[in-house]
């Protein structure tokens, strides 16, 4: 079991409907200690690829891309979110529904930072769907530049986005993968990995 | 003239209606060069100040915000925004108006991340009526929390918020003050300060 499997057992709280609540350490309260194990996970695991721009949603994601566009010495930008957005000539928009929130974005990138020079390593904390991650990777190819992978803290393995995700063929890293749990017993199950 | 403002004429683009684009560097995308640089001045401002977390608003907030608790080596909670909030026994919730956005958000902290032993320093990356950080400011004292200070990398002096926020008796360190601006000349007054 690695550092963040440990941490969600401590503190990651299941709820009814297939929800866990990370809240305390991951996506309100912030552990800075985890990010700088995720980060540097993300490292260690991304080494040796070339990255020149560290990709990210708002709002959550934004802590682990700072973290580790600071290690990596890179900048960072990330996606805004809008219910509604005149799609002009100045942006990147895709599409993407959230899990948590039940509503549809649309997510877009000003067309200035990114450029088909550029590679991109798209990061965030959570997965479940994969919506947000799509759009991104959607984003990322009408700049004409490459995705060199999608760096997870926690992708949730009970919904469909990792497989939709793998089967697109891109490299996507979840440094924990939540094939189970169970509100009554709390109980998690995750997926053996080999790294 | 610090780094901050050197980066501003060199890179922040003055629009009409006095407004100031900073995206390049600061709130879409992120240099993170100036981001440590902004975390290192914080340090040095309010070095001596007992701090237990580091408290900001989502979403651009967060960039800086976790620069500075890996340096500082605490906690990081952001308060999260949304137009309806249910005003329950969990939350301690405030209200903001954007002048970016012209939307009104209510701003909330879940009452588990801020307890009244805690010393918190509250963080932005641009200021202009100082809306966001009242409604921060009010919720750490709903929390019996002490505010330590309030650390700006942006006020525009043209508007109100720092004059409102110093009245109240809060240390407020911004690192660039915008005291005029001119979109036709292209030229920015910063405002004199000591440090």
């Given at each position: ?76 930008v990330f996606a805004k979110k809008s219910h509604s957005v005149n799609v002009d000539n100045d942006k990147y928009c895709a599409e993407a529904f959230s899990f948590t929130h039940k509503t549809t974005n649309n997510v877009f990138v000003s067309k ?84």
């Amino acid at each position: 079991m690695n550092f963040l499997e440990e941490k969600i057992l401590k503190d990651g709280i299941i709820k009814e409907g297939n929800i866990l609540k990370v809240d305390n350490f991951l996506n309100h309260q912030i552990d800075i200690e985890i990010m700088k194990q995720i980060a540097e996970e993300f490292c260690r695991r991304f080494k040796g690829e070339e990255i020149t721009k560290i990709l990210t949603i708002e709002a959550s994601g934004i802590a682990i891309a700072s973290i580790l566009a600071l290690y990596l010495n890179v900048p960072l930008v990330f996606a805004k979110k809008s219910h509604s957005v005149n799609v002009d000539n100045d942006k990147y928009c895709a599409e993407a529904f959230s899990f948590t929130h039940k509503t549809t974005n649309n997510v877009f990138v000003s067309k200035r930072y990114l450029s088909k020079e550029d590679k991109v390593l798209i990061v965030d904390d959570f997965m479940a769907l994969g919506s947000a991650m799509l759009a991104l990777t959607n984003i990322v190819e009408q700049a004409g530049a490459t995705v060199v992978g999608i760096g997870i803290a926690i992708e949730k393995g009970i919904q469909e986005g990792g497989e939709i995700i793998r089967k697109k063929g891109y490299r996507l890293e979840s440094l924990a993968i939540v094939d189970s749990m169970d509100a009554a017993t709390r109980t998690i199950q995750f997926r053996k990995q080999d790294c």
